[in-house]
């Protein structure tokens, strides 16, 4: 079984930035396609962006593309997503996730293996 603790989320201005870490336990996590959803008030929880394994390469929905920028440190089995300009349509429930299969075409319809236990991020207009 793989934990994932996220860290990192808070309250920021409109502009500001953030930067998200999820850490897992176990000793596959280079093996594994990490990603970050997040889901609104009222809204389905959706696919923000995902990274292969190996770290080269990585998938983002359209919304955050040039503002959002996902990695990972398999040293420190620690996926983050460094979050910048960002929008008060950016707030949510961050949530990290990972499929053992190491598919981002997974996690890009929403499955995967493993969550995490979500981390607020509110952006203030």
């Known amino acids: 079984q793989v934990q994932l603790v996220e860290s990192g989320g808070g309250l920021v201005q409109a502009g500001g930035s953030l930067r998200l870490s999820c850490e897992a336990s176990g000793r596959t996590f280079s093996t594994y396609a990490m990603g970050w959803f997040r889901q609104a008030p009222g809204k389905e929880r959706e696919f923000v962006a995902g990274i292969r394994g190996s770290g080269n390469s990585t998938s983002y929905v359209d919304s955050v593309k040039g503002r959002l920028t996902i990695s990972r440190d398999n040293a420190k089995n620690t996926v983050y997503l460094q979050m910048s300009s960002l929008k008060p349509e950016d707030t949510a429930v961050y949530y990290c996730?990972?499929?053992?299969?190491?598919?981002?075409?997974?996690?890009?319809?929403?499955?995967?293996?493993?969550w995490g236990q979500g981390t607020q991020v509110t952006v203030s207009s």
């Open positions: 996730a990972a499929d053992r299969l190491g598919l981002l075409g997974r996690l890009r319809v929403g499955v995967a293996d493993y």
